[in-house]
């Protein structure tokens, strides 16, 4: 089941993005054995339209027929091991694409949460975006590893 991260901003460097590399990096390499990954990042750059635009633009990123979860504060929050069993599930089920949607600073658009499969928050607080790119990169990863057995989740 691939994964596809579409992401308002683009980001070349920086901290946040060597961790993003590191843990879809970590996630390929854990997830092949599982059939998950490997995992893309899609960004998108809206220049004018504020959020509408920015929906567009990542709707157009979702392959076909993809489960699609959006990152929202005001979403269902999940532990770990629920997030890691909802994507062994979709992979179970025969679904071969998950897409997941950050937005950019005004949040996402009404076309683009009616379209998701599920609101997911990292909590009620609202983190940078690409702290919310980070977040995600890190809990596949975990999610990966709750799957494979390995030690890396203690929880
Ligand atoms: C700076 S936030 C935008 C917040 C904006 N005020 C709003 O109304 O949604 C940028 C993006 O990061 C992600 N994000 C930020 N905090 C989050 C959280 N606690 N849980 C899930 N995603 C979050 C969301 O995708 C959000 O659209």
């Given amino acids: ?3 596809r991260i579409c ?6 460097g920086g901290p946040e993005a060597a961790l993003i590399d590191v843990y879809l990096t970590r996630f390929g390499r854990t997830g092949r054995s599982l059939s998950l990954g490997p995992a893309e990042l899609h960004e998108v750059e809206a220049k004018k339209g504020g959020a509408a635009e920015e929906a ?20 269902r929050q ?3 091991p629920d997030f890691a069993g909802l994507l ?7 679904i071969g694409d998950v ?10 658009a009404p076309e683009l949460r009616d379209r998701a499969d599920l609101l997911l928050s990292f909590g009620t607080m609202v ?3 690409m702290l919310a790119r980070v977040m995600l990169a890190e809990q596949l990863y975990r999610a990966a590893t709750i799957l ?8």
């Fill in 1 to 3: 089941m691939r994964i």
């Fill in 88 to 94: 062994a599930g979709w992979r179970d089920d025969g």
């Fill in 78 to 80: 999940m532990g770990s």
């Fill in 127 to 129: 983190w940078p975006h």
């Fill in 99 to 108: 897409a997941f949607a950050i937005g950019g600073a005004e949040g996402h």
């Fill in 56 to 75: 567009r633009l990542l709707l157009r990123g979702v392959p076909d027929g993809a489960r699609l979860i959006a990152l929202d504060e005001r979403g």
């Fill in 7 to 12: 992401a308002t901003g683009r980001v070349r």
């Fill in 148 to 155: 494979a057995g390995s030690p890396y989740h203690k929880a």
